[in-house]
């Protein structure tokens, strides 16, 4: 099983940046897709972005596009989310999510992290 760890998050000011970062355990990263999902308080938690194995496919949740972006690094069995243009509905908890196909890391994950906060002052 893999094993997810987030960093990156933190509080900062409407307009600003955020990069979480989420390291993977395990040797067969590369053959997995990812994603990044938020939860924010008295809120489901919701897909915001997912990245196929190679990083050739890509997909964003319309209150995202434009503003965030997702990537990876098999090297380093990481995936990054770099946040700009943050709102203040963008507050939530941020969580990185293991899929064992493109589709699964977009809604049913197979393995979560345990999640970063993010918070965005007006």
């Known amino acids: 099983q893999v094993q997810l760890v987030e960093s990156g998050g933190g509080l900062v000011q409407a307009g600003g940046s955020l990069r979480l970062s989420c390291a993977a355990s395990?040797?067969?990263?590369?053959?997995?897709?990812m994603g990044w999902f938020r939860q924010a308080p008295g809120k489901v938690r919701e897909p915001v972005a997912a990245?196929?194995?190679?990083?050739?496919?890509?997909y964003y949740a319309d209150s995202v596009k434009g503003r965030f972006t997702i990537s990876r690094d098999n090297a380093k069995n990481t995936v990054y989310l770099q946040m700009n243009n943050l709102k203040p509905e963008d507050t939530a908890v941020y969580y990185c999510?293991?899929?064992?196909?493109?589709?699964?890391?977009?809604?049913?994950?197979?393995?979560w992290g345990q999640g970063t906060q993010v918070t965005v002052s007006s």
């Open positions: 999510a293991v899929g064992l196909s493109y589709v699964r890391a977009q809604s049913r994950p197979d393995s």
């Open positions: 395990g040797r067969s990263f590369s053959s997995y897709a």
């Open positions: 990245i196929n194995w190679s990083g050739g496919s890509t």
